[in-house]
């Protein structure tokens, strides 16, 4: 069996669990980036749109292009190899199925699929933390780690320094409560506990966040 | 702007609890600005993903091919069907499995939910299957019954990277797979469905050095009847095949019925 994973604009060779690494191979040159993002955004709709009739190279090559970013997200929020690579699978499964109601006009393939994904791993980190709740104090000693991890283990790429400046665009109380909900997981409720602030603040905090990121990176829907 | 536009953001992070998102998405039915600002903070939060890339362990590639072998994509959603409004960007917010993203009522919401655990049990069953068949299943639903350390363990052999997976059948048909690695020397067999051998009978593994007989590796007898996952913890890295037989001694020193044997 094929065991390569080729290179795409988010994966790597460095094969473990877990361990947060950041490379992109294709993005190592200086291309003009808003360029090159539209053309991989549209090889994208091109590949989930052969995938939809079956073509199962095109869905391996959609694997190739897009599993370090679905599976470390994944990992992000769930903190755990075992339960991220279950819900991975879950999720390309899941994409394939569905492959066919991907609607181009409502949105890229990248959005549909992290939607997707980041949907399964909160509804995981909250059917396991329902069980054993989510220990408060942890929480807390995590929850200014939680933001340095983003920032510091991230390489400087064209890409990602983009987005690195959007979130260096916001306030700081907008990344931590951005950074908590999403890459936490963790509600709104949850977030409003964690950082001591009314919920209508947090709310308000992480919508201006996805606005501000929303605006400096020109993202256009 | 009243408060419900507020949990926008909030929903788009996934960060609403159940009641919440139900009410919030009774809104989003029925607000365009919400709509449109789903849709563009979905792109955002795509972008997002950027920041916390990490490479999958290998396995997981030939894990997801082999599964969605199993799995027949679902035709198109009909041009004229319950989704009036064609560019409904709430929809991309929403992928419940069932693929619907048509305005959400109570009773949807719910079908919505049976679908989901419904297919997950689906989704399980299929990589149960893929992986007798020689793909690779991370965890399956035993996993929240393994102890820690051995589902540790687990992952670490499935992400090394040198883990290879070798499909056999039994003399009877049953599919079973050896997931090896020799830069760790382990080895676990699988066995999705183990029919009871009967007659007091044990299946037994064996370790096969190069250029001599098979020999008895680690606790290696098990029981038929449902299905197993047995470590080969040491020698494996110098082995040349490995081999499962059924067996009435369990401690027989050699295989005494035709053992399938795979070559690593
Ligand atoms: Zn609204």
Redesign the pocket.
Known sequence: MNMNISAGFGSGDTPRAGHRTTQLPSQTGQPPPSRGRDAEAEHLIDLITRASRGHEDAFAELYDLTSARIYGLIVRVLRSAEHSAEVTQEVYVEIWRQSARYDSSKGSVLAWMTTMAHRRAVDRVRSVTSETARDEKYALRTVDRDVDQVWDGVEQTLDVERVRKGMGSLTAIQREALTLAYFGGYTQSQVAQLLKLPLGTVKTRIRDGLIGLRDALGVEA | MSE??GA?GSYVANALDPDERREFEK??AV?P??SREVAEFSETAAELSSLVQAPPPPMLRSAVLSSIQQVRPLPPLPEDGPEAEPRRAAGMARTEPDGSSAPVDELALRRQRRTARVLSLAVAAAMVVALAMGGWVVNLVQQRQTQAAEAALETQLLSAPDAKVYASKMPDGTPVSFVVSKSMSKAMFVGADMPDPGGDQLYKLWMVPPGAGAQPVGDNTFSGGGSRKVWMQSGIADAAGLAVSVEKDANTPQPTTTPVVVPI
């Open positions: 419900i536009h926008v809104h989003l607000c600005t919400c």
